[in-house]
């Protein structure tokens, strides 16, 4: 390098002129280096401890700065002319000669971070620090597939997973959780497992709460370095056992698309060759449990909602395999209608309030994404809303027309209407609705 070259040449000059110079070796203390992590680049060092390794995580930027030690005395910056000719980073083949330096790799590894000190002797100290980029920890749960639903309940069970990111100079811990609600799964006491090994548990050692049991399962791993450590969790997966006596049965969620809590009244039905074998009410999101059906039989699931009804049906069909619980398709009741704005009468006084009734039987009304705007200026107009009403308040000379724009929770939105307020001495009416290019 060109730079390499230009030490090497004044260090040429520098012995060439030794009667200028005149060291005593005698006089020469040892000298090291020593470097410190620092959160910025003129950040101070005290309190904090010289670096044996760097460990940092793909991506990161840090600062390191290299501090001169004589008889182990900090040499100041602005005296570090008196010891040395010359002192700079080799990183990743660039020579930097600042003693603190900006540093990041972005992919997992290990490297080397070296500095140089050439001395007024042009004796050279190599300083090294290895260097730890971590890959970051993953885990792939194996077996039992999620929803895996043949698993005898007199058999074993064998737990199975993939991990990565574990790096060479890092340990590692694993924790196994099982839990028959999904909601609680991470609050269950774990069990201590090897990282590298399947764990095997006997069926009957579960907890069995039902005649039906699901479980739950995930695993949490751990690495620990000198500097850090960090938890992964694992996807959850499930898991069910086969039913005894050639017996089986349906598991069918049901959700409701963007649900409040409104009052809902759902209705199921089971259907074999078009005729209705079994209904059920629900009035959430649930999952319906279906037994004592036919085995070997295709079946037919409708859903829908009778309170709520801009919910829209919905339908799936299944085949009822003996031993099994097999889990359907999820049922969603959407709403896919428009929310809709219509006069609660045709005139009002000019004393009373303007009030429009929302139409809107599903996913409700979301006044946050609704207003009722004048055209004539494009202001939104302060409303109340209660019951499915919106009240208001206008006074225009003699006629303005108004837009109501609204959405619900589904976030269909409204036509784009317009209504042409009429002002009379004592009464407003309320005339339309009109589209895009009627008014003018």
């Given at each position: 390098?060109?730079?390499?070259?230009?030490?090497?040449?004044?260090?040429?000059?520098?012995?060439?002129?030794?009667?200028?110079v005149l060291l005593n070796t005698n006089d020469t203390k040892k000298i090291t280096n020593e470097f410190f992590l620092i959160p910025k680049e003129n950040s101070s060092l005290a309190e904090r401890k010289p670096l044996d390794s760097l460990f940092i995580q793909p991506a990161e930027t840090l600062f390191i700065r290299a501090v001169a030690k004589a008889q182990e005395e900090i040499i100041p910056a602005n005296e570090l002319g008196k010891h040395f000719f010359v002192r700079y980073w080799a990183y990743k083949g660039f020579m930097l000669n600042e003693e603190s330096i900006r540093v990041l790799w972005n992919e997992p590894g290990t490297d080397t971070l070296c500095h140089y000190s050439i001395d007024l002797l042009g004796d050279t100290l190599k300083t090294?620090?290895?260097?730890?980029?971590?890959?970051?920890?993953?885990?792939?749960?194996?077996?039992?597939?999620?929803?895996?639903?043949?698993?005898?309940?007199?058999d074993s069970i064998l737990f199975q997973w993939k991990i990565s990111g574990q790096d060479s100079l890092e340990t590692s811990e694993c924790e196994i959780y099982l839990n028959q609600n999904k909601k609680?799964?991470?609050?269950?006491?774990?069990?201590?497992?090897?990282?590298?090994?399947?764990f095997k548990i006997l069926a009957n050692d579960l907890n069995?709460?039902?005649?039906?049991?699901?479980?739950?399962?995930?695993?949490?791993?751990?690495?620990?370095?000198?500097?850090?450590?960090?938890?992964?969790?694992?996807?959850?997966?499930?898991?069910?056992?086969?039913?005894?006596?050639?017996s089986a049965a349906f598991v069918v969620p049901i959700r409701y698309e963007a649900s409040r809590n409104y009052a809902k009244n759902g209705e199921l039905y089971v259907l074999l060759?078009?005729?209705?074998?079994?209904?059920?009410?629900?009035?959430?999101d649930t999952s319906i449990f279906i037994s004592n059906l036919n085995n070997n039989k295709n079946y037919?699931?409708?859903?829908?909602?009778?309170?709520?009804?801009?919910?829209?049906?919905?339908?799936?069909?299944a085949f009822l395999e003996k031993n099994l619980i097999t889990t359907t398709d999820t049922l969603i009741l959407k709403d896919n209608t428009p929310p809709e704005a219509m006069p609660l009468k045709e005139s009002f006084s000019k004393n009373d309030s303007i009030r429009f009734l929302a139409l809107e039987n599903g996913s409700g009304?979301?006044?946050?994404?609704?207003?009722?705007?004048?055209?004539?200026?494009?202001?939104?107009?302060?409303?109340?809303?209660?019951n499915n009403q919106f009240a208001f308040t206008l006074d225009c000379e003699s006629s303005c027309k108004i837009a109501i724009h609204l959405e619900d929770n589904a976030?269909?939105?409204?036509?784009?209407?317009?209504?042409?307020?009429?002002?009379?001495?004592?009464?407003?009416?309320?005339?339309?609705?009109?589209?895009?290019?009627d008014l003018e």
């Open positions: 390098m060109r730079t390499m070259a230009i030490i090497f040449s004044l260090l040429c000059l520098l012995s060439a002129c030794s009667e200028d090294c620090l290895p260097v730890f980029i971590n890959s970051t920890p993953s885990i792939q749960l194996l077996s039992p597939e999620n929803a895996f639903n043949t698993i005898n309940p007199t609680d799964l991470w609050l269950t006491k774990p069990k201590q497992i090897d990282c590298n090994t399947p069995n709460s039902s005649d039906y049991p699901l479980y739950f399962w995930g695993i949490k791993f751990k690495t620990f370095s000198q500097e850090n450590s960090e938890n992964v969790f694992s996807e959850i997966n499930s898991f069910r056992f086969t039913l005894p006596d050639s060759k078009d005729s209705i074998v079994n209904k059920y009410t629900f009035h959430s037919k699931f409708i859903v829908q909602e009778t309170l709520r009804t801009d919910y829209e049906k919905d339908s799936t069909l009304f979301n006044a946050l994404h609704s207003a009722i705007i004048l055209e004539n200026s494009k202001d939104t107009i302060p409303y109340k809303f209660k976030k269909n939105k409204s036509p784009k209407k317009f209504w042409k307020l009429q002002f009379t001495e004592k009464n407003i009416f309320v005339l339309g609705p009109y589209f895009a290019g």
